[in-house]
């Protein structure tokens, strides 16, 4: 009986658990690799991408020069995202999002942290 218990509790662990940027029904992931210099650059990327049409979600990191943008798929498409970040002057390299996770995990485990660099305007 104990056996059939443990191995319930591991099977309903197992099914409630989730990739990490699992994605909804109806919507699609697309990451890229930018060109972001600062912080003041990840937050300009962020303000605008947020109201893109279909956004459901975002992150942004200047630290790893990624962008990972979670539409409703219908709404937007990977293009109309790269064309988005594009506009604001950035580039907008597709990533798988296998690419993307490395990125990020290689960045953390450099130890660097979002208050790194500061951006300073020249005088």
């Known amino acids: 009986m104990k056996k059939l218990l443990i191995l319930t509790i591991v099977l309903l662990a ?3 658990t989730q990739p ?3 994605q909804k ?5 697309v990451c890229f690799k930018s ?6 650059c ?6 605008y991408l947020k109201f ?5 979600d975002l992150k942004v990191d200047h630290v790893s020069n990624t962008i990972m943008v979670e539409y409703k ?3 937007s498409s990977d293009e109309s995202m790269a064309k988005a970040v594009e506009k604001k002057g950035y580039k907008a390299e597709k990533i798988s999002q296998e690419e993307y996770q490395k990125i990020v995990a290689h960045a953390k485990e450099a130890g660097h942290d979002h208050n790194h660099e500061q951006h300073q305007e020249p005088e």
């Open 14 to 16: 197992g099914f409630a």
């Open 20 to 22: 990490l940027y699992a």
């Open 25 to 29: 029904k109806g919507n699609k992931v």
């Open 35 to 40: 060109n972001m210099d600062c912080s003041d």
């Open 42 to 47: 990840e937050k300009t990327l962020t303000e």
């Open 52 to 56: 893109e049409k279909g956004v459901k």
């Open 73 to 75: 798929e219908g709404k």
